[in-house]
């Protein structure tokens, strides 16, 4: 469920080598962890301390690793070692640049803050400890909860990885409209556990301490290994009472909450705008129309309702919106499974479509004249047919919308331009959200689709007197949904005793008109309790709000207006000493100066689809197949790059300032990773392939035929598990070192084991539903189906890993993928005067290859070599 909710998920200090902390092998021990939350009306200041000593006779390196919300700001990080304090200091990213520059030119690993998944950023900071040293480590920063689904979630992940001795965390909440419910879950909690967790809690405050014990944080006595290992949450709301929503003021800045309850919906007419092009193949489109199932079962009866189901072609389920009565709904149904993806991708065509229909049911008075219009499109690529330009997609679809209903964006995965969908759905009322190719993607689609079902206000005008209130932040909203909440926050004039407050928004039934006037004093006066707040809270969380909105509005707006805005964000991005998308933090260390930039959503695209980790705070490298390398998909043509096969680098990348370095490709491992025999090719290739452990790689997808396979690398660089996946039958086989499964509709069955360390079958034939299993002994699985073979060898050599073949491929010309991409418009050119040297092109682009021999992973001889033309890729 993606959520903006506060996370605190703490992948605590991490240490080199450390086995007990008895006695740790290599002499690190962190021997105290303090995380202390305070989170005052929503506002949440995070410290998190660290101390460590180094026990051994020589110098030894000690990390400091820490995963926090994206959407929170750094504001602090220092260490000290042996009473020497090392600050970090918060500049304009431009003007940490000489850092930057001078870290990567000397090969360190600069990168502080990098994306690690959904929600989650990782800072880390390594420092090398002289013997008997001590180093604390602290981390601050700061974030606004937003209230989704009727509720505020604190997440902490806790994974010390070992037993602390001091281990601590405190989580204190001062709510001065009253916390009406408050509750706390783990994933890991014992009975034992349960001893260490306190929670004290009155009307509008509570603390929840969890202190376990070393006898508690343990597995079991005679170990030393920790139960400290899941989630531990916090959820809880606050009292309302039915006025003009919550006032809170402190130090001359105030804070407006706005959530009113008990308010009737509006009807909805929302239009499905739904991706079904080839690259929506396999598992995605099944968790779409899963999630469609349920989505439509949820729909109100009042609400109308149609789909827009889109590859190269457009179809309309129903010539005009229907309402949501049970027939309807179950007609709807019904055509969602018949949804096969294929084809192209008209992301144009598709919303003009949507909004058309809209248009024609307005105007034809068929939609309740109380109801709000949405469109909700889920895509997972880059537009293909009809209009591809994405900036005239922009233009077109803002022409035609005029404002008249929102725009929903779901982008799934990472081949989808964020940018472009963020932007099409703000210029259209609307918000961007990814959806990550996970196994949980039909969950997030339902839970994105509950915070939009229940729109309760329309068209919501917060107002507050020139003479009272100066640089209010954003106060006019197109809708509110019921479980949310809105926040406005602003300056108070000098001398201003009384805030005088009205909310003017447009209801089901009637237009809704409430005032208040906030005196100052008392609304000050309530902020008495100092131990449950930081300094001037208010004033930093109408700084943290004001900087978001402006990066926000900057998206929108042509060149000169973005940089008049983003150099506001910038100023106060340094005033409050926020490390921002503008700004960068330079921590010094003993020997050097390292520099942590904040990644956006962009950089996660640009720099990393499913990337290698990146330096100096950008994510990762991009995703890079045979078929994109000539410009090294997401990274701007600008950059410099260096090839000199079979290695390549990028060495100097101007949009980000900086230099960013890919790890070389060696062409020398003795196995390869692929071998493939050309269907219009008399020879061999021999791939390698340079990727991270335990990321799915699309290796083969092929619409027409029905058949995906995607591949994970094991820790030890060679292919440790496969998954094929046909579409009919509807079928699933998964092969690992370890077992074979077969899932046919989702019936489970694993293959006959003697032994859960290697492949020991009798030799077997099954036919399953038209695809066929063989398995030889010991050796090999041959599965054929729809025309293609594979052949998946256990090598127990040398090294033990799986290798693919594709002893028969009819591919269809849609195939695509690392492998796919080599059936079709592939063939050598000869460079001329070399024997070892050729060039290949594929798909219309020319690479080079060289002739090398490798070790055949086909055959069970360890001494059996291949001559190969070797390419290296990353995929």
């Known amino acids: 469920m993606e959520q903006h909710f506060f996370a605190l998920w703490l992948l605590f200090p991490l240490v080199t080598g450390l086995a007990e902390r008895a006695l740790p092998e290599d002499g690190i021990e962190i021997y105290s962890i303090h995380v202390d939350c305070k989170v005052t009306s929503r506002f949440v200041h995070t410290t998190i301390t660290s101390k460590v000593v180094n026990r051994a006779e020589e110098s030894k390196e000690a990390v400091f690793e820490v995963e926090l919300p994206k959407t929170a700001f750094i504001t602090n990080f220092s260490m000290t070692i042996d009473g020497k304090t090392y600050p970090g200091i918060i500049k304009e990213k431009k003007s940490a640049q000489d850092q930057y520059d001078a870290a990567v030119s000397q090969g360190q690993s600069a990168g502080l803050v990098k994306s690690t998944g959904r929600k989650l950023e990782q800072f880390q900071v390594k420092v090398n400890l002289a013997a008997a040293a001590k180093v604390t480590f602290e981390l601050v920063y700061e974030e606004l909860l937003k209230r989704k689904l009727g509720k505020y979630e604190l997440l902490i992940k806790v994974k010390p990885k070992h037993l602390v001795n001091h281990f601590q965390i405190d989580v204190h909440i001062f709510e001065p409209q009253g916390i009406s419910f408050l509750e706390t879950e783990s994933t890991f909690m014992t009975n034992d556990l349960n001893d260490a967790l306190t929670k004290v809690q009155n009307e ?38 039915a006025t003009a929503g919550d006032i809170q003021i402190v130090n001359g800045y105030f804070v407006h909450y706005f959530a009113p309850s008990q308010m009737s919906t509006f009807p909805k007419n929302i239009i499905f705008v739904i991706d079904k092009s080839g690259s929506m193949f396999g598992k995605k489109i099944q968790q779409t129309k899963e999630a469609l199932q349920k989505i439509l079962d949820d729909l109100n009866p009042e609400d109308h309702f149609n789909l827009v189901v889109f590859s190269g072609h457009i179809s309309e389920w129903q010539p005009s919106l229907l309402i949501a009565r049970e027939e309807n709904v179950e007609l709807a149904k019904q055509y969602v499974r018949t949804i096969s993806a294929q084809g192209g991708t008209d992301i144009n065509g598709a919303l003009l479509a949507a909004i058309n229909s809209l248009d024609k049911a307005t105007s034809a008075e068929l939609l309740p004249e109380q109801s709000i219009s949405m469109i909700v499109l889920l895509t997972d690529g880059q537009p293909t047919v009809g209009e591809i330009n994405v900036r005239s997609i922009e233009t077109n679809i803002k022409r035609a919308n005029d404002g008249k209903y929102f725009l929903f964006c779901l982008g799934f995965g990472f081949d989808v331009s964020y940018t472009f969908l963020e932007k099409l759905a703000l210029e259209n009322r609307g918000i961007a959200r990814r959806i990550y190719e996970d196994s949980d993607a039909a969950l997030q689609l339902q839970d994105f689709y509950q915070e939009v079902a229940t729109p309760i206000l329309k068209e919501i005008a917060m107002t507050y007197p020139d003479n009272a209130a100066l640089e209010i932040t954003r106060n006019n909203f197109k809708v509110l949904f019921e479980g949310s909440e809105i926040v406005v926050a602003g300056k108070l004039s000098n001398e201003v005793d009384v805030l005088p407050v009205e909310i003017k928004a447009q209801a089901l039934s009637s237009y809704l008109t409430l005032k208040e006037d906030a005196n100052v004093t008392e609304k000050e006066q309530i902020f008495q309790h100092q131990e449950y707040i930081f300094g001037d809270f208010i004033e930093r969380l109408w700084a943290y709000l004001t900087i978001q909105q402006l990066l926000e509005q900057s998206v929108l707006v042509k060149e000169e207006e973005q940089k008049t805005l983003e150099t506001k964000a910038l100023n106060l991005s340094l005033k409050f000493n926020f490390v921002t998308p503008l700004t960068s933090m330079v921590v010094t260390k003993p020997e050097a100066e390292e520099v942590a930039n904040k990644p956006t959503e962009a950089d996660n695209e640009k720099l990393g689809r499913h990337g290698i980790p990146g330096v100096l705070g950008l994510p990762g490298a991009p995703g890079l197949s045979i078929m994109n390398m000539h410009h090294f998909t997401g990274i701007p043509a ?50 390698i392939i340079n990727g991270l452990p335990e990321i799915p790689m699309n290796l083969l997808s092929d619409p027409r035929k029905g058949i995906q396979v995607t591949g994970k690398l094991g820790k030890g660089g060679q292919f440790e598990q496969f998954e094929i996946v046909y579409l009919k039958p509807e079928m699933r086989i998964n092969i690992s070192k370890d077992e074979i499964v077969t899932n046919v509709k989702w019936n489970a069955t694993m293959l006959p084991l003697t032994t859960t360390l290697q492949w020991t079958f009798n030799t077997s034939y099954m036919p399953i539903q038209g695809v066929k ?24 050599l040398s090294e033990r890993f799986l290798g693919l073949y594709i002893t028969d491929g009819h591919f269809s010309e849609q195939v695509t993928g690392v492998l796919g991409q080599f059936y079709f418009n592939t063939y050598f050119v000869k460079v001329s005067n070399s024997r070892l040297r050729k060039s290949i092109m594929v798909q219309g682009q020319r690479y080079e290859a060289f002739r090398q021999n490798k070790k055949d992973y086909r055959t069970e001889s360890s001494a059996a070599d291949v001559s190969c033309w070797t390419l290296a890729l990353i995929p």
Do not use: W
């Open 638 to 687: 600008a950059a410099s790059i260096e090839r000199d096969n079979p290695y390549f680098r990028i060495m100097h990348n101007p949009v980000y300032g900086g230099t960013l370095r890919l790890p070389s490709i060696s062409t020398h491992l003795s196995y390869p990773h692929f071998i493939l025999q050309l269907p219009s090719e008399n020879d061999t290739i021999c791939l």
């Open 773 to 796: 299993i063989r398995v030889d002994k010991e050796k090999s699985l041959l599965i054929s189906g729809m025309g293609i073979t594979i052949k998946i060898s256990f090598v127990k």
């Open 204 to 241: 509008t405050k509570a603390h929840i301490s969890f202190k376990p014990t070393l006898t508690q944080q343990r597995k079991s006595p005679e170990l030393e290994e920790t139960l400290l290992d899941g989630d531990f949450l916090i959820h809880y709301d606050v009292k309302r009472s």
